[in-house]
């Protein structure tokens, strides 16, 4: 079955760095797309990035342009999220996402606070 598992969450200070990641299997990680979610303390889940399954090609949230910066290991069925210049603002749990035959599949996610 699909199974996504992130990693990489944590507490850091304003102005610091993340890198999260999100082992996939269960699926052929290679041919799907994927995306990486957040959800803050009573906010919707919101979308902050996305790549196609060759990583040509990348979507990013306008909060997130220019500081974050999504990619992925098709050998390694992982997905990454590169956090820079993070702000207490961009604190929420972290989810990766595929959808694959009309389905969405889900992480449990991994909490990321910015802090001083």
């Known amino acids: 079955q699909v199974q996504l598992v992130e990693s990489g969450g944590g507490l850091v200070q304003p102005g610091g760095s993340l890198r999260l990641s999100c082992a996939a299997s269960?699926?052929?990680?290679?041919?799907?797309?994927m995306s990486w979610y957040r959800q803050a303390p009573g906010k919707e889940r919101e979308l902050v990035a996305a790549?196609?399954?060759?990583?040509?090609?990348?979507n990013y949230a306008d909060s997130v342009k220019g500081r974050f910066t999504i990619s992925r290991d098709n050998a390694k069925n992982t997905l990454y999220l590169q956090m820079n210049s993070l702000k207490p603002e961009d604190t929420a749990v972290y989810y990766c996402?595929?959808?694959?035959?009309?389905?969405?599949?889900w992480g449990q996610g991994t909490q990321v606070t910015v802090s001083s």
């Open positions: 790549i196609t399954s060759t990583g040509r090609t990348t």
């Open positions: 996402k595929v959808r694959r035959n009309y389905n969405d599949y």
């Open positions: 269960g699926f052929t990680f290679s041919n799907y797309a």
